[in-house]
Structures are given as structure tokens and as C-alpha cells.
């Protein structure tokens, strides 16, 4: 289980909503299994149906253990490409679906795609 801090939930959460209907994607900085930040990557690239981020201008940090992202359909389940790309983005990803309100609204996976817990902290 993860748990993540009120500050973090709350920017996804704000930053979901204020690009909306276009996709967000940030990465997620934590001690241990507790998310306590939101990272925007530079030169972030927020579309209609996607978002992508330069990956090699980030820095090389280990507190960066997952990623996170909207989906503007209100569906927070992964499709295969989110899948596919979770590995690669670390042991967490959580998937933020309109209306973007409460943590009710965002589902975490495991690398392979698997739902996790995910609380507030």
C-alpha cells in the first residue's frame, strides 16, 4: 500500500482539473511508500487523448518512484500503452479520471498493471 501527502493529492487532483479535457502527466517523489510530491517534466507535452514528457531531462533522482497522469474519459483504468510504459516509469502510477475531486477519483498500479491501495496521508 502507498499513501500519499494531502499537498500532492491535492496539486494532481487541481492540475488535473485545470488542464482538463487535455491529459496531465507528472512524476511522483516519495520516502519510502509515502508520495510526497508531484514533479512536472520539462518540456511536458498535455493533448487531447495524450501527454508525454522529455524522460532524459529529468533528473537522475531515486526518490522518483512512479508516475501519474489524467485521463480525461473518466475512466482510470490503464490501456494497454499506459501497461506497457509502467515499467518504465517505476513501482508506482497512479491514473487521476474526471472530475478530478477526491482520491476516490485516482487508481494506483504496480509496475505489471496491478491495482494497489492508495490513501491519504
Do not use: C, W
Not at 71 to 79: A, D, E, M, T
Amino acid at each position: 500500500m502507498y499513501r500519499i501527502k494531502k499537498e500532492a493529492l491535492e496539486f494532481i487532483l487541481g492540475v488535473s482539473r485545470s488542464l482538463y479535457p487535455r491529459e496531465f502527466i507528472g512524476f511522483l517523489r516519495a520516502e519510502g511508500d509515502f508520495i510526497t510530491e508531484v514533479i512536472v517534466a520539462p518540456r511536458a507535452l498535455y493533448g487531447h487523448g495524450f501527454a508525454s514528457s522529455e524522460s532524459y531531462l529529468m533528473p537522475v533522482d531515486s526518490t522518483i518512484i512512479g508516475s501519474v497522469h489524467s485521463h480525461p474519459s473518466g475512466n482510470n483504468r490503464p490501456s494497454q500503452q499506459d501497461i506497457n510504459l509502467f515499467g518504465k516509469k517505476g513501482k508506482i502510477n497512479l491514473i487521476v479520471a474526471y472530475p478530478y475531486q477526491t482520491i476516490n477519483d485516482i487508481a494506483a498500479y504496480d509496475q505489471a498493471g496491478n491495482l494497489t491501495q492508495l490513501e491519504t496521508a
